[in-house]
């Protein structure tokens, strides 16, 4: 079975002034009306007026709610870190006068104990010069002005021994 090319019959146009199914073609015609709307008043709805006031106020008073809870609820986040703070700074204060505490204790055993001391085994407080270092008597310099070849230096615990009083 051959198939062979057929033509297919071309669209017909018509002419753009002929009538079409028995009408007429439309011309489009504009009237000009000059309408004057200058001495015309709108007339005021009451009702509706009142009706946008209404939404107004109650959109206006949802907001003042909104904020004033939103306002309590940060100032109550900001007494909580204010109360925290605190407490921070109460136990740092706690430990600081414990520490003093303490320290005040071994202030009055220390005089406590200079006091017995003093009191019992007769002992009494240093005077000046009776404590010697080792550290001074290695770096002394020689007693003597006269030049001197060598020297020879006695070890500092047996200058420490002679420093020592005697009973």
Same mark, same amino acid.
């Given at each position: 079975?051959?198939?062979?090319?057929?033509?297919?019959?071309?669209?017909?146009?018509?002419p753009r002034q002929t009538l079409?199914?028995?009408?007429?073609?439309?011309?489009?015609?504009?009237?000009?009306?000059?309408?004057?709307?200058?001495?015309?008043?709108?007339?005021?709805?009451?009702?509706?007026?009142?009706?946008c006031y209404t939404l107004a106020? @109650?959109?206006?008073?949802? #907001?003042?709610?909104?904020? +004033?809870? =939103?306002?309590?609820?940060?100032?109550? !986040? $900001?007494? %909580?870190?204010?109360?925290?703070?605190?407490?921070?700074?109460?136990?740092?204060?706690?430990n600081w006068n414990r520490r003093?505490?303490?320290?005040?204790?071994? @202030?009055?055993?220390?005089? #406590?104990?200079?006091?017995? +001391?003093? =009191?019992?085994?007769?002992?009494?407080? !240093? $005077?000046? %010069?009776?404590?010697?270092?080792?550290?001074?008597?290695?770096?002394?310099?020689?007693?003597?002005?006269?030049?001197?070849?060598?020297?020879?230096?006695?070890?500092?615990?047996?200058?420490?021994?002679?420093?020592?009083?005697?009973?």
């Open positions: 079975m051959a198939t062979a090319a057929q033509a297919l019959p071309g669209a017909r146009r018509r079409t199914a028995g009408r007429a073609p439309v011309r489009e015609v504009y009237f000009v009306k000059r309408i004057d709307n200058s001495r015309i008043v709108r007339e005021v709805d009451g009702a509706k007026h009142r009706e106020g @109650l959109i206006g008073l949802s #907001f003042v709610l909104c904020f +004033a809870y =939103a306002w309590q609820h940060f100032q109550c !986040v $900001r007494y %909580g870190y204010e109360i925290e703070q605190l407490r921070q700074q109460k136990t740092s204060l706690e003093l505490k303490s320290e005040e204790q071994s @202030l009055d055993q220390k005089d #406590f104990i200079e006091g017995k +001391a003093q =009191a019992e085994l007769g002992l009494e407080p !240093v $005077r000046p %010069g009776q404590v010697v270092r080792a550290e001074d008597l290695m770096d002394a310099p020689p007693v003597s002005e006269e030049p001197q070849l060598a020297e020879s230096r006695p070890a500092p615990s047996a200058a420490l021994a002679g420093l020592r009083p005697r009973h």
